[in-house]
């Protein structure tokens, strides 16, 4: 089959371009190296798709793609291409959030729409969920988005909805609960404890320490969006967690046995948009596309933080 991967010099994409041509597949990956983080981190990503000949890497923006041409011959598109990031989703920056996941979202899926796509995968988050009174979160639950990232990654949703209503188009959205693993963003807070305690300097903690998150591992995110791939149902909206539910006071004392050293912690204020729990409900997923998550938080912490001490030292200058 031959699949488009969006952002696929990402901490995610880079991962299931990977897997999707371990499994035979063909890929065409697309990145505009968004300037959110060092742009050798994406191509270091990118170091082992590129010496596949079954996949093929255009530098570009979506909204600047022919993608009349492109999707001719495209089977699955996994849309994981986000301006990401909550805090920085604010004020004037508000506008890169809404070209690069809400407007970029629409012109793919209108230019999908007549093109006999088999699924239509899309990146969604658990941001979405925001003030929800649901815990665990279902994906029935009434989203209520604290911060504008949480905003526009709904607007995405709620797009794909309506071009699977009025054009049949297969569209799939899986709201992933915090992702974690190699490759993780250099903002994510695990890559910052890790990378702090490697050093040993400071952790910066937003918030009292006892907020918790439902942290899933890459690989588990990559399983979900092949199921969704081959089992997804029309329409569908899936929760992707890790069912690793824990303080992040609860993280830093597994990083502080992993590392065998007492992380400096100082405890700073809670940031605007930030939620203060997550717990997916993924009932669904399991149901309908048989995931359940593999990887134990202990053993995910442990492959990232030897991810980040094995670094290329050309990459450690972040």
């Known amino acids: 089959m031959r699949c488009l991967v969006t952002g696929t010099a990402g901490f995610i994409g880079s991962h299931l371009s990977e897997r999707l041509i371990k499994e035979g597949h063909d890929v065409i990956g697309v990145d505009s190296f968004i300037d959110y983080y060092p742009r050798r981190l994406k191509e270091e990503n990118l170091k082992i798709v590129l010496t596949s000949r079954n996949f093929r890497f255009i530098e570009k923006n979506i909204l600047d793609l022919d993608l009349n041409s492109i999707l001719n011959d495209i089977d699955y598109i996994f849309h994981q291409a986000a301006q990401a990031g909550v805090r920085a989703s604010w004020g004037r920056d508000f506008k890169i959030y809404s070209d690069n996941n809400v407007l970029v979202t629409q ?7 007549e093109k006999g796509i088999k699924r239509f995968i899309y990146a969604s988050s658990s941001s979405v969920y925001g003030d929800t009174k649901d815990i665990p979160m279902r994906e029935e639950s009434f989203p209520l988005p604290v911060s504008p990232y949480g905003v526009t990654k709904l607007a995405g949703e709620e797009l794909c909805y309506l071009y699977w209503k009025n054009f049949g188009l297969p569209v799939i959205s899986l709201r992933y609960f915090t992702v974690y693993g190699p490759r ?33 591992y890459i690989s588990d995110i990559i399983e979900a969006n092949i199921l969704a791939m081959e089992r997804g149902r029309e329409g569908g909206v899936y929760n992707i967690g890790g069912g690793s539910r824990i303080s992040i006071n609860g993280v830093l004392g597994i990083l502080k046995n992993i590392g065998k050293k007492e992380p400096e912690v100082r405890y700073m204020d809670v940031q605007k948009g930030d939620m203060r729990h997550t717990y997916a409900d993924i009932k669904k997923a399991q149901d309908e596309l048989g995931f359940s998550p593999y990887v134990r938080l202990e053993d995910g912490l442990k492959e990232e933080f030897n991810w980040l001490l094995h670094i290329p030292p050309y990459l450690k200058n972040r």
Request: hydrophobic share 35%; net charge negative; no cysteine.
């Open 184 to 216: 993780q963003r250099p903002d994510m807070a695990f890559n910052r404890f890790i990378t702090a305690i490697l050093n040993d300097k400071e952790i910066h903690l937003y918030g009292d320490g006892e907020q918790t998150r439902d942290f899933t």
């Open 107 to 113: 012109v793919l899926l209108e230019g999908s729409k």
